[in-house]
């Protein structure tokens, strides 16, 4: 019996290479060796874009032609929206009564968050909604509910997992061994950086390279890009490590370009427009691809209704087949 994998997304936004060498890397592997449920978190992203209802559906499309185009195959992923199930809303009701407000108030991943509330809207807090509190809750439903046992996630959401598995340990203590606690699987390759040199590639940061960017987009993208600040001249030598276009041309090109770019940059006899010419042509080459498998999805939208419907038939019948046990053991089979 292959192992249950679950994971989620919030669709807010298309997924860049962040998202790409983070995660979708990983996933491309781990759908040949599990049985793998791709959650769109709609519920979830509307916790805090619940006053954009349009920017979260036009998203769950866009977020699943991105996963389709990096290769990820609709016979081995149940992809699914978690708005049509449910028993995730009925679990997540359930759930509530075995964690303790101050315990999600203390969950790192939501004080974070919660700061960064503050800091973007300049308030005190006080309109920190109880659906975005509890979030970690729904969260716990969604990966117990398909009896997740492995959960693919970046570190920063480690809490979450963790407060996922106290409610599970609580619920069976209290109603019998009826829940999985889930493991997280970390993600093997480190984060991407931004097109500034900031530790984090993010929608909100603006320094992101899409997978669906045009050519046109990519030149200007890579043309702005952060290089060596102590390089003026053509000719001067500089650091490689200082410079996002060799950062970039590291994830996308060949190993034997990359020996170039570096030696010919500390040599001085490689100029940034040149470099990042060369990195310009091999992020194209490298979203070639992807983009072709896109725009088969683009121009057939049936067949994305179709692969959401089906995975989303075959996720029920998993998270139905959990709530009858969850209901007998909770006394409430009536
Ligand atoms: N919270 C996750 C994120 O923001 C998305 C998510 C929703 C998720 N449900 C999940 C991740 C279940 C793992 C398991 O990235």
Redesign the pocket.
């Known amino acids: 019996m292959k192992k249950t994998i ?5 669709p807010t936004g298309n997924l860049h290479l962040g998202h790409y060498f983070g995660a979708g890397q990983n996933y491309l592997k781990m759908q040949e060796d599990y049985d793998f449920y791709l ?1 769109i ?1 709609d519920v ?1 992203a509307l916790t805090d874009n619940f006053d954009n209802p349009e920017k979260v559906r036009t998203n769950v499309y866009e977020i699943t032609k991105d996963l389709l185009a990096i290769g990820l195959e609709p016979n081995k992923v149940h992809f699914f929206i978690q708005s049509k199930i449910p028993e995730i809303a009925e679990l997540t009701v359930f759930y509530g009564n075995l964690v303790t407000v101050s315990r999600l108030q203390r969950n790192p991943t939501v004080k974070t968050e919660i700061a960064q509330k503050k800091e973007l809207f300049g308030n005190d807090g006080e309109s920190i909604t109880y659906g975005f509190l509890g979030y970690p809750v729904s ?1 716990a439903a ?2 117990t509910v398909f009896g997740g046992e492995l ?1 693919p ?1 970046g570190d920063d ?1 480690l809490p ?1 997992i963790e407060q996922c598995r106290e409610i599970v340990r609580k619920f069976n203590s209290i109603y019998g061994e009826i829940l999985k606690e889930p493991q997280q699987v970390l993600s093997t390759t480190t984060r991407v950086k931004g097109l500034d040199g900031n530790d984090k590639m993010g929608k909100s940061l603006g320094n992101a390279i899409y997978l669906v960017d045009d050519e046109e987009t990519i030149k200007k993208k890579i043309m702005g890009a952060l290089t060596d600040t102590n390089k003026i001249k053509k000719d001067d030598p500089a650091d490689p490590d200082k410079c996002m276009v060799y950062y970039y041309h590291k994830l996308v090109n060949s190993n034997e370009n990359i020996n170039k770019v570096c030696t010919e940059c500390q040599k001085g006899t490689r100029g940034c427009v040149d470099c990042k010419k060369e990195l310009i042509e091999a992020m194209n080459n490298f979203l070639k691809p992807i983009q072709e498998r896109r725009k088969h999805y683009e121009d057939n939208p049936e067949l994305v209704k179709e692969i959401l419907e089906k995975g989303t038939q075959e996720a029920r019948l998993k998270a139905q087949s959990t709530m009858k046990n969850v209901k007998e053991a909770m006394k409430i089979d009536y």
Do not use: H, K, N
């Open positions: 679950l994971t989620g997304l919030r959650e978190a979830q969260q969604d990966i959960v996630v959401q979450l």
